[in-house]
Structures are given as C-alpha cells and as structure tokens.
C-alpha cells in the first residue's frame, strides 16, 4: 500500500529516519489542535535503511498498514501503522 503524506520523525540515528508519524498537513499537528488518534500514522521503517530527514515535503510511504494493533511495548497507541519499505520524494 502507498500513502501521501508528510513526514514528523520522532526516532532518528544521525539524519536517518528509523520512526515516524505520517500526517496530511503540518497546520494542525504542529500548529493547531491535538491529532485524533485517526489522524495519523506511527509509520517504521523496515525495508530500508536510508530514509533521510525530509520536512515539509510530501513523500510518498509504501508498505504495510496495520489497523488496530500496535508493537508490544509501543507507547504510541495508534490506530493506525505501517511498516515501511520504501519512501520517496513526490516525483522522485
């Protein structure tokens, strides 16, 4: 599955991204009211080990939603997941 989406790392190892939250628009999640927990996803990188810092560009997110669960463990308690293979830059 792919999804359009920005990106807001929240576990990085130097400029590489390992976990990240995917969200439609920057305005409410970082300038705006709290996200509902339908309004993003806690997305893991797995299939690759170079996903680098992008901010305030859309990317495109391909792997494996996960609705409902979440990682033994996992503070995050989102609804939704995914684990990443790949990301790319729009038009990349």
């Known amino acids: 599955m792919?999804?359009?989406?920005?990106?807001?790392?929240?576990?990085?190892d130097g400029w590489n991204v390992r976990r990240c939250v995917i969200v439609a628009s920057l305005a409410n999640c970082c300038y705006g009211q709290s996200l509902r927990f339908c309004e993003f996803i806690v997305a893991r990188m797995t299939g690759t080990d170079d996903v680098r810092l992008a901010l305030d560009v859309p990317l495109t997110f391909t792997g494996t939603l996960r609705v409902g669960e979440t990682e033994p463990g996992d503070?995050?308690?989102a609804f939704y997941t995914m684990n990443c293979t790949a990301v790319a830059a729009d038009g990349s």
């Open 2 to 12: 792919t999804i359009r989406g920005l990106m807001v790392p929240v576990d990085m």
């Open 75 to 77: 503070t995050w308690g």
